[in-house]
């Protein structure tokens, strides 16, 4: 099952979220990691409604900042976790 990004909402104030899992097709990643990233206090900023979890992707500590804030240019810059 292929999951896509969300298409831009119609209202522009309105915040897009990401679901667990199309972060983790996004990214590569299992959606156990994701669950683990959030324990370990790793990872984008999240919101928990309920058992259902979402990704902003805007904003900041959103998934686009995240992403971001975790590029870099050699393999001897040094990470911060």
């Not at 928990?48 to 686009?64: F, I, M, N």
Request: with cysteine; hydrophobic share 25%; aromatic share 10%.
């Amino acid at each position: 099952m292929t999951r896509n990004t969300p298409s831009a909402p119609s209202d522009p104030d309105r915040q897009r979220y990401l679901t667990q899992h199309e972060l983790a097709d996004r990214w590569g990643l299992s959606p156990k990691t994701l669950a683990r990233w959030r324990c370990i206090g790793k990872g984008p900023h999240f919101a928990k409604h309920s058992k259902k979890v979402t990704y902003p992707l805007d904003g900041e500590g959103g998934v686009l900042d995240w992403e971001q804030r975790t590029l870099y240019r050699s393999t001897s810059e040094r990470v911060y976790a």
